[in-house]
């Protein structure tokens, strides 16, 4: 199969804006390469905010409209962009990006470690392998960071954990690292399904993911609900349709962490967590990007 890849160099001031952008163009993650240097393999990777970065996407050959639509948005957004186009095969893609891809530490414990680098780990660390493929979450998004930071501090030996858009299933790997009893994963893609799963065998940690998704599309036999912490890294919109059942999925203590929440649009998210009868207690932020908390009120 052949994509168009989508290639859009912009001020660091406007990455997330045009991942955004370029996400709602195309329906498909993207991935940002910014300048950066790093000591050693073990250490963070120091991101140059002065120098110009690229924010990448794909869309299906079938997709022609795809560039057109991408120079329109981007304008009508008033976001600066060069933006090129190339056809890509499946393979090339999925290799692609393994360059930029690097250890990442996050919140006080926990390292995310691309299964092709080499991580010595330290007493306490809560190690993440990974190889995300073709789906989103690497650690190195704000919003993927910001929801591990989260669940660092929320999770307790022997929750019940619901990851709703799991992507790479970093986010349900540490969940499970963290001392989660059960944690259950879904997604609408079946790619991403299959990266979870894969992922989680490689961490030697138990999660049960499965295509769907909550409400009508809910994959498992027993009703969406109890859950210690329901945590939902995608998009405001997405969140806003789902609120009733995230916040219905939640046990009465649970906690619901939300994120891929662009700033102009977090009063609407806020707004219908509150309508389905959660409380938001806590809003961070990672540039035009929030993660926000809430518990059943």
Known sequence: MRYIELIARVAPADVERASDVLRDVTGADTWNERPFAQPDLESDAMVDGRAAATVHAYAREAQAAAEADARLALVRHEIPAELTVRLVDEEDWAESWKEHFHVEHIGDRIVVVPTWRTYHARPGDVVIALDPGMAFGTGQHGTTRMCLESLERRVRPGDRVLDVGCGSGILSIAAAKLGAAAVDAVDVDADCVRITSENARLNGVDVRAALGSLGSAWPFG?????YDAVVANVIARVIIDLAPDLVGALAPSGRLIVSGVIAEREE????ALAAAGARVDG?????EWRCIEAVRA
């Open 268 to 271: 609407e998210v806020r707004d």
């Open 283 to 287: 809003v961070r932020a990672a540039g």
């Open 222 to 226: 027993e009703a969406a609900a109890g």
